[in-house]
């Protein structure tokens, strides 16, 4: 099985209603470090699971709809649910549909999968894997 | 597929006796850095795996009892087998009883796995997985 | 000349009036990864600049009334100036007063100076220094 | 599960003849850092998945082949497709192979399978993995 | 004083004829992940250093004229001399001279340095640094 | 100024006599990531300001006088004294000492100075740094 990843990040404000966060009710923000993987069991033509610089631009497209801006303010996390596991499942979604509408010959083998880890700070993270 | 990582770290001393292990035979130590992930298949009503201060503090307790310490006199490593290996499923065991004894609303949906990585140096890391 | 170095981090939203600062006028946030370095010609008598547990909790006090929270609202960034680097130098403000008020045989030796360093992602980061 | 990971580097210079590599035709260069894992259902006699310095000097010798050379002249990456997945295809190969030819003691239990990730900048890396 | 700093990175090929450098002396190649720093005595009247998305638009103008290459072919590294501190000094040369032909509201206040630190493996890195 | 930095670890054990040191009073350890710094004004004949090959090996040497042993029986530390910044002024005289007694023509030029910087925790560090 190949994996191919890249990294990219997001500088955001959100807050939660949901008393169960505490001190994270409070309007903050988080700069989340992103990396995208695609699994693939086997490579294409070119030696390589995708062309790494269109999955780059595909991953900085989905973050484009984040980046500098106030969650809360979102369509994808009604409710102030901006949880950094629903960060991760929004752009693994967005990666995997981006993927599967890419071409034949630009898209992974049958039976690729994505993975998105979100870093938020030094001591969290979270991650979504799905089939493409 | 859903994650949830912590991160914290210990600073312990250890030696073997086998001499399987050369030069760490000898009285040494090593700062751990230990990530806890805990998998899930779906989120809770809180949008996330579980609450993320709760998993933090149930890794610091868990750690609190090997920080500042010498492994060598630790009754969960007898006949000095203190290995990177053995630490991390010591500390997975230890997160697995801990989340399954927390409540039903506290505790991450049914399906769920736990994993630690220790990393004990820049060139040297081991984990240990198994389920909650 | 030694160093004394401690890290830690904060989650912050903030904005910026003026247009010089272009998509980041829209309310954003980071995670500010912190380290604070104390600098001193000679060490003290217990050979260390300082206790290492005294500053990583003096430099917690002075995170505490930044973290998650929106600094567009801190009196210390009047009109939405929360740059990196005005981060940085509120921070080794507080850090050289708090230092310079401590005990004689808690603080470093004459001399001392102190730096704080802000990353806020894996591109960019400011820092300010000065005398304690 | 265990994981038992170590970490190297290598420095190469390559170049790509296929057109889809765009500027990554012209002959460049990359420092791969390198991490093998070797995961094993249980742990061995030792108390470890198998001898960190053997692993350690089996990577080393590995890299050996490839560290400080243009792969453009290596057989193993023939018609210039040393992509970075193909790197970490022919590293986890080799170590493999070379775990598989060591001794019933020095060797992992049986159901081991070993992964490479091979990060050849800070936003992107790729990986291997299949059984020993 | 001030430091605004920011991060990139290049992929190079070189070689050396010196014998001096051994095993380097082959065609080889590194990823250099690059923080160019600018240093200045107080802030202008954006509160910060200077613009940090033109500082980073100045060093990937810097550094695409680098990237992708084999430095054995670029004038600025005669004789193949393109050690890891030469290119540090090559890229601050270019810093400062961009930044003191900047306007004057753009550019840093009087007494401004720069330092290029080049990072081109886990265990190696050089850096240059000079006045504005 | 030039600065070439290479970097290593050593795995070390040792506890602390005095009080003030609180739970590390205990027998615990360390993994300490040691940056060695070279600081000099101009090059070389051969463009660095000296052999990286000598400067990595000059350091393992100094390291393998520490490296899996416990600090505690350490001529050099006396009186159990072995704090961070301790060791950062050991490695860093041995360092001095070194270079000043190699040949006129491997050692960097007048003025060249060096800087230890050990880094102990993710979140605790010390640097000592005299002329050579």
Redesign the interface.
């Known amino acids: 099985?190949?994996?191919?990843?890249?990294?990219?990040?997001i500088?955001?404000?959100?807050s939660f209603t949901?008393p169960?966060?505490?001190?994270?009710q409070?309007?903050?923000?988080?700069?989340?470090?992103i990396d995208l993987e695609v699994r693939a069991p086997t490579?294409g033509p070119?030696?390589?699971?995708m062309?790494?610089?269109a999955l780059?631009a595909l991953l900085r497209r989905l973050l484009d709809e984040l980046?500098?801006?106030?969650l809360d303010d979102h369509p994808a996390f009604a409710a102030r649910?901006s949880?950094?596991?629903?960060i991760?499942?929004h752009l693994a979604q967005g990666a995997a549909a981006a993927i599967a509408g890419l071409s034949v010959d630009a898209r992974p083998v049958a039976g690729a999968s994505v993975r998105v880890?979100v870093r938020?700070?030094?001591?969290?993270?979270?991650?979504?894997?799905?089939a493409v």
Request: net charge negative.
């Open positions: 099985m190949f994996t191919l990843g890249v990294s990219d990040h500088m955001i404000a959100h949901d169960f966060f505490g001190p994270a409070r309007l903050h923000g988080a700069t989340c470090a490579l070119h030696h390589v699971v062309d790494i610089g780059r980046d500098y801006r106030n649910s949880s950094t596991e629903r991760a499942e880890v938020e700070s030094p001591v969290a993270y979270a991650a979504y894997e799905r």
